[in-house]
């Protein structure tokens, strides 16, 4: 396994670990907690190449390109990330409305 790939591995683990804890220690705020859950996956999980054979975090690379360089279009970055945060929160309000449409 090369060490890009622990790198990715690693992300993973830490994200999932962290909604876990995020969805076990927010019960207070019901299902809401959920739908930050499914954000931190997001973020942490999707990729963006931001040269012509790497990948990072999509929105680490869209921070970075804002704030950084000033020649950099942040624009797909930003795009993907959105995207990744709009498809996280379709998928657990589906989830709900089924869960709702079961009962």
């Known amino acids: 396994m090369s060490p ?6 690693i992300m993973a ?3 999932l670990v962290l909604a ?5 220690k927010l019960d ?23 040269d012509g054979e790497h ?4 929105l680490a690379v869209a921070v970075f390109r804002t704030v950084f360089e000033a020649d950099a279009d942040p624009s797909g970055a930003w795009i993907i ?10 998928g657990v309000l589906a989830v709900f409305g089924v869960q709702r449409l079961r009962r």
């Open 13 to 15: 683990v830490v994200s």
């Open 28 to 50: 207070v705020l019901g299902r809401v907690r959920w739908i930050f859950a499914a954000g931190i996956v997001a973020t942490c999980c999707t990729p963006y190449r931001f």
């Open 55 to 58: 990948f990072a975090p999509a």
């Open 81 to 90: 990330t959105l995207m990744a945060w709009g498809a996280a929160l379709s």
């Open 20 to 24: 876990t804890i995020v969805v076990v």
């Open 4 to 9: 890009y790939a622990i790198g990715w591995s």
